[in-house]
């Protein structure tokens, strides 16, 4: 029997009690290690290109170069295309939330989370699956409501997806889980996953939390949920 490689770690942040509070937290959970700890966002690219953990948890505050700024400069190198962010920080703003999820992070979580949480988190996002702590969705949704135009949008072209294939968008973006659309739809857990696996390659989305994004900004549903779009 085979025993599966344990899912690599890289933690980013500024405070070392915190990275070594984190590491041992990870360090004692099976089928997880860490593979190295950064001290600043310059380190933490660096380390993320060399190292090409399966998920980074990345601070936000942090000198040199800020979490934000690190996780897009991850995220946009073919070299870490595989590498997953989990943004962590202690600041509960929709500004950081918006910023993270659009420079390609793959989830986002407060410092307080319950260790438990943190840990299915990395396995979540280690297993290629986007995560978004309770009630980002609805608030990611809202940002968009008060400061439409305050990025440049992140432009899709939707006429690639069949019907089925947006009814599945619209209700990702609508913070529903995989389980919550299952019921939905009537379908099998494993077709609303080939969806989901559908709809991140055929709109070049890294993530679930990008999925998000998409909708919005291709105009596919307005803030406040209308759909803009015939069915």
Same mark, same amino acid.
């Given at each position: 029997?085979?025993?599966?490689?344990?899912?690599?770690?890289?933690?980013?942040?500024?405070?070392?009690?915190?990275?070594?509070?984190?590491?041992?937290?990870?360090?004692?959970?099976?089928?997880?290690?860490?593979?190295? @700890?950064?001290?600043?966002?310059?380190?933490?690219?660096?380390?993320?290109?060399?190292?090409?953990?399966?998920?980074?948890?990345?601070? @936000?505050?942090?000198?040199?170069?800020?979490?934000?700024?690190?996780?897009?400069?991850?995220?946009?190198?073919?070299?870490?295309?595989?590498?997953?962010?989990?943004?962590?920080?202690?600041?509960?703003?929709?500004?950081?939330?918006?910023?993270?999820?659009?420079?390609?992070?793959?989830?986002?979580?407060?410092?307080?989370?319950?260790?438990?949480?943190?840990?299915?988190?990395?396995?979540?996002?280690?297993?290629?699956?986007?995560?978004?702590?309770?009630?980002?969705?609805?608030?990611?949704?809202?940002?968009?409501?008060?400061?439409?135009?305050?990025?440049?949008?992140?432009?899709?072209?939707?006429?690639?997806?069949?019907?089925?294939?947006?009814? @599945?968008?619209?209700?990702?973006?609508?913070?529903?889980?995989?389980?919550?659309?299952?019921?939905?739809?009537?379908?099998?857990?494993?077709?609303?996953?080939?969806?989901?696996?559908?709809?991140?390659?055929?709109?070049?989305?890294?993530?679930?939390?990008?999925? @998000?994004?998409?909708?919005?900004?291709?105009?596919?549903?307005?803030?406040?949920?209308?759909?803009?779009?015939?069915?």
């Amino acid at each position: 029997m085979t025993t599966a490689a344990p899912i690599r770690v890289l933690i980013a942040d500024d405070q070392a009690l915190l990275r070594g509070s984190f590491r041992a937290l990870i360090e004692a959970e099976p089928g997880m290690t860490v593979v190295a @700890v950064a001290g600043d966002g310059a380190e933490a690219c660096e380390l993320a290109l060399s190292e090409l953990p399966d998920v980074v948890l990345m601070d @936000v505050r942090m000198p040199v170069v800020d979490g934000i700024e690190a996780t897009r400069r991850i995220c946009t190198s073919e070299r870490a295309a595989g590498v997953q962010v989990l943004i962590l920080t202690m600041f509960d703003q929709d500004s950081y939330v918006y910023s993270a999820l659009r420079a390609g992070a793959a989830g986002f979580l407060l410092k307080d989370t319950p260790p438990a949480e943190l840990c299915h988190a990395i396995r979540v996002l280690a297993d290629g699956q986007g995560l978004l702590a309770p009630g980002i969705t609805r608030r990611l949704i809202a940002e968009f409501a008060r400061r439409p135009e305050a990025d440049p949008p992140i432009h899709r072209d939707l006429q690639v997806l069949t019907q089925r294939e947006l009814q @599945v968008l619209e209700l990702i973006a609508r913070g529903l889980s995989n389980t919550e659309i299952t019921e939905r739809l009537g379908l099998s857990p494993a077709t609303i996953k080939t969806y989901v696996g559908r709809l991140l390659a055929k709109l070049h989305a890294r993530d679930r939390a990008q999925l @998000v994004i998409v909708a919005y900004e291709s105009g596919l549903l307005r803030p406040g949920g209308q759909r803009t779009r015939g069915t």
